[in-house]
């Protein structure tokens, strides 16, 4: 131990406790989340990452050492079991104790169903689109019935359904859709115990998505939920340490206005390109299409990021090569070899999409950082 150090620590020892000691052991499951925590426990300590940079949360091993701080947590934080079932065990088994955040479930939470299609009927509904932000911000008590009873999901869709009865197709195609989407959830519950391969079913035939949440989990990529869980995490972290509870909130406004101004910087670097068409790897940036109105064509992969069927690459082809598809757009994460295929013959340019921060240092800095490098490698590539 240096000079300073062990002067510094005696210091501390003397002036009435160690602060360090008794700040909370975190734990957070990827990147982009373990960047919020960072922001907010800015000044008093820092999280520990369980599924490392660059790897995709939809396929994950624990290591020993991730393990490891999972056991030593007293804090949890992760978007949930739409994103990983498999950490759900693990934080059973591991962290029985910890207080656990399900950031996903979080009140304030902006929620998108999963999308089963690989074609996204984006550009027919502007002002489906409008009516739906403008709804959602003066419709608190809907918002409030959605989070206090988050098994009546069907009344939910009704009243949806029905406050948007005026607007279109749409709305009923969805309606539809979740309807066959609960028949099949209770299908698959009640089939369950019979399917032990289940997993490699999945991989055989991947028309039958039978182990995704109802909500598509990449809920990180909307910065308006960012900013809603820069909260909920100082919030978390103030009652398992009330000494910093002033530290955790200002960290967390401050985090809130440096997101304020990076969507205001993506709006500008997403202007020139507003409009064209793209097609992406996984279905994983609906919550960036919705936080800024700039829809994707469709998915070469739904979003549990299971490989795509012959029939919805053939769907895919299709819209390249009939639609005037500007870019296809691959991800770090996965296999790079699905692109050339759908792309065959075809004359859009590609770029690559990282919803995770793959390439990033991880910290406080790589959540702004991501976001904004999707703008811009959208903004590339079209
Ligand atoms: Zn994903």
Known sequence: MSRKLLILSLTTALSGGLASAEVPQVAVDIAPVHSLVTRVMDGVGAPNLVIQVGASPHEYNLRPSEAQALQDANLVFWIGSDLTPWLADAIQTLAP???TTALLESEGTIELEFRESALFEAHAHDDHDEDKHADH???DDHDEDKHADHDDHDDHDEDKHADHDDHDDHDEDK???HDDHDDHDKDKHADHDDHDDHDEDKHADHDDHDDHGAHDPHAWLSPQNAKTWL???ASKLSAADPK???IYFSNAAAGQTEIDALI???NVTLEPVRGMNFIVFHDAY???ENDFDFPASGAISIADASDPSPARIQEIQGRISNEGIDCVLAEPQFNPGLVATVMDGSEAKTGILDPLGAGLQPGAKLYPELIR?????LTNCL
Request: net charge negative; no cysteine; aromatic share 8%.
């Open 264 to 266: 205001a910087e993506v």
């Open 137 to 139: 911000d003066d419709n």
């Open 286 to 288: 609906q919550y960036f």
């Open 97 to 99: 104790n910890a207080s």
């Open 175 to 177: 309606h539809a859709d």
């Open 244 to 246: 910093n509870a002033g």
């Open 231 to 233: 909260n909920v995490i």
């Open 373 to 377: 490098n999707l703008s811009k490698a």
